[in-house]
């Protein structure tokens, strides 16, 4: 068993009150004006800015730091379309009779449908996928712990950096989304979790006022 090696905190930034508090509400401000978007804009964007986003991801904490996530990042317009196909049949599914009525309900502020045009339109989405396992660098396999978890914490990482660098994002869910391993060419222990949908805002894009509305402090929180 390997013993763990020590070293002092590296990096830590502490503030004075003031400071922490104005950095809090910079960085709640700048997390505030994130909204979700379902209508791109199909301009490049610059692989450097992703992988720098997928790096910064990557810190996430994780279960015994085994970082169980991969990142299928898919820019290639015929798999894009591949991936639309097989996505509207799933959601074709899901409206016309899968969903039950009180999840369709619940949606309808949104205005989704089965539709996913942003699928192509988009110039990248990044495919989630949650490992259960992983391999070491000597070869052998290891179980992951914490895996939903971990891969939640990351993803929100990714989606926040994505936010910071001026990306808008979606946090697409088509269900099941298994067509993802072999578009992506991962493994079947693989599981996708998210579609991520990133690029530019299109101009004149409109998002549902709903979406826009937090739950308040003395709702989303207590304290004892
Ligand atoms: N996956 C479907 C339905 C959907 C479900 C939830 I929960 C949402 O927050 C949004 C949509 C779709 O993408 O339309």
């Known amino acids: 068993m390997a013993e763990p090696v020590w070293e002092p905190l590296p990096d830590y930034r502490g503030y004075p009150p003031e400071e922490m508090a104005a950095r809090a509400l910079a960085f709640r401000a700048e997390l505030r004006r994130r909204r979700t978007v379902r209508d791109f804009d199909g301009r490049p964007v610059p692989r450097e800015v992703i992988e720098t986003c997928l790096l910064a991801a990557g810190t996430a904490p994780s279960g015994a730091n085994l ?109 099941p989304m298994g067509f993802l391993n072999e578009i992506c060419d991962r493994p079947a222990w693989e599981k996708p979790t998210i579609l991520l949908v990133v690029g530019y805002p299109k101009v004149g894009c409109r998002v549902p006022v709903h979406g826009g509305l937090r739950k308040p402090l003395a709702e989303i929180s207590s304290w004892i």
């Not at 169980?68 to 959601?91: G, L, N, T």
């Open 67 to 175: 970082q169980p996530w991969h990142f299928a990042v898919i820019q290639d317009a015929v798999a894009k379309k591949r991936i639309r196909i097989a996505a509207e049949a799933e959601e074709r599914a899901f409206y016309n009779g899968k969903a039950p009525k009180a999840w369709l309900e619940a949606l309808a502020p949104l205005g989704t449908d089965a539709d996913k045009p942003f699928l192509e339109e988009a110039p990248l989405l990044i495919a989630i996928f949650a490992q259960k396992s992983g391999t070491r660098p000597d070869g052998r396999t290891v179980k992951h712990y914490y895996v939903p978890e971990s891969v939640g914490i990351a993803t929100g990482f990714l989606i926040a950096a994505l936010h910071d660098a001026g990306l808008a994002t979606l946090t697409h869910t088509p269900s």
